[in-house]
């Protein structure tokens, strides 16, 4: 018998069992070449065969993270209800009837982690972008092999993932924080310099008034430059908001109250071109908060909101209500909020603009339409109320803040003594 050359190619790996095949083998052997003696031991085998391959499908059907088997061309050949659910499908059955191809984000992602699993062989805890059914991007950690034939091309994919968006959305939650932190110390150093600065300017102004008494031209020019320090004091308080370097003076507030008494104020600011509604709960219990204040986070999102709907006409919609929240940056699990939320029907926003939407001085309206300070002084003041501000907008479709604010511990104590 001739030996194989040590220079050949190298042996092909072992296949996996196949528990079919594996059976109907044991059953021919049986049957045609062992004794009778031997249908014991036959049956035990198959038996445990049996077992195991009902334990491991019960493994594999139960296990909270996505299994899957695929082939290198995307067809889903099996998976479990978890991989199902994590892409928005009703069952296994009905993923397996779409292709990989269509879960990946962008042809170059398949690539990069086909590209990746033909050198490595085996991956662990890669993370990449796939796609949920309905569209939306999901962030995936996934685990896979890759098995291959004689000739080195790839055959199948093993693997499990699992949906890390949320923790990526948290992430980048918490590096958004830490920016504005930092942004909000220079904001603070840079104001309170700017502010020493221009009380000297208002002072000898005032002083240059006075001694002009008796040449009103050259008077009107010193309380021009009076009238410039107070706008420039007026966007030193901006910073200071953003900031939260300014003390707020908290009191029970029903902001069911202070949206009706601003209501005409809301509409002389927004004009005749653009409809306001207000659609209150009479149930939300009050916060604690700087009523002041409050009126000028307002005021600052009708700003906003008209500039954001322009020339045309539109509309903008004030809703307050209650709702139990799990805010991770607030450090309480499940804590009673009031919310207060502003709509418009404006123009929208893409990603990129709502990431950097509260930094100072952001603005994305023409050269002198506007300061940018307006909604950081609103993320500034919510802040040191110990609220919360969210937006949800898209472009074309409008844009939606919503106010967090804690409800009071008096509220919730009534109401719990009314359940």
Not at 93 to 116: H, Q, V, W
Not at 195 to 222: F, H, I, R, S
């Amino acid at each position: 018998m001739k030996k194989p050359s040590e220079d050949g190619p190298p042996p092909a790996p072992l296949a996996p069992p196949d528990p079919d095949n594996l059976r109907q083998r044991l059953i021919g052997l049986g049957e045609h070449s062992i004794r009778k003696s031997h249908y014991p031991q036959l049956q035990e085998r198959l038996a445990e065969l049996e077992r195991s391959e009902a334990r491991y499908r019960r493994l594999f059907e139960n296990s909270p993270a996505g299994h899957f088997v695929s082939d290198a061309d995307g067809a889903l050949l099996d998976c479990n209800p978890a991989f199902a659910r994590t892409f928005g499908f009703e069952s296994p059955a009905e993923a397996r009837r779409i292709s990989l191809i269509d879960l990946y984000l962008a042809p170059a992602d398949r690539d990069r982690f086909l590209g990746l699993l033909r050198e490595k062989r085996l991956l662990t805890h890669h993370e990449m972008p796939m796609r949920h059914r309905d569209g939306r991007p999901l962030w995936v950690q996934i685990n896979a092999e890759g098995r291959f034939d004689a000739e080195g091309r790839l055959t199948r994919i093993y693997g499990f993932l699992s949906d890390h968006t949320q923790r990526r959305e948290m992430e980048a939650q918490f590096r958004q924080a830490q920016k504005m932190e930092a942004v909000g110390r220079l904001a603070a150093s840079v104001a309170h310099d700017f502010n020493n600065m221009m009380t000297a300017v208002k002072g000898y102004a005032e002083l240059l008034t006075l001694k002009l008494a008796d040449a009103p031209d050259l008077a009107e020019y010193a309380r021009q430059i009076v009238e410039a320090v107070r706008r420039a004091t007026g966007l030193i308080s901006q910073l200071l908001a953003f900031s939260r370097r300014q003390t707020p003076h908290p009191t029970l507030l029903n902001l069911n109250r202070l949206v009706t008494d601003m209501a005409d104020m809301f509409r002389q600011v927004l004009g005749r071109s653009i409809a306001l509604e207000t659609r209150l709960d009479p149930s939300i219990g009050r916060v604690m908060a700087d009523p002041g204040q409050m009126e000028q986070v307002l005021m600052n999102l009708m700003v906003n909101a008209r500039d954001a709907i322009g020339a045309g006409s539109g509309r903008v919609r004030v809703r307050t209500g209650g709702m139990i929240a799990d805010i991770p940056e607030s450090g309480k699990n499940d804590r009673r909020y009031v919310f207060l939320q502003v709509r418009d029907s404006g123009a929208g926003m893409d990603a990129r603009t709502q990431a950097r939407l509260f930094e100072p001085f952001f603005t994305t309206k023409q050269k002198g339409k506007g300061t940018g300070l307006g909604l950081s002084t609103v993320y500034g003041i919510i802040k040191s109320n110990k609220g919360h501000i969210r937006v949800r907008s898209r472009p074309g479709a409008g844009a939606t803040f919503t106010i967090l604010l804690p409800e009071t511990t008096r509220t919730a104590e009534v109401r719990a003594k009314n359940r």
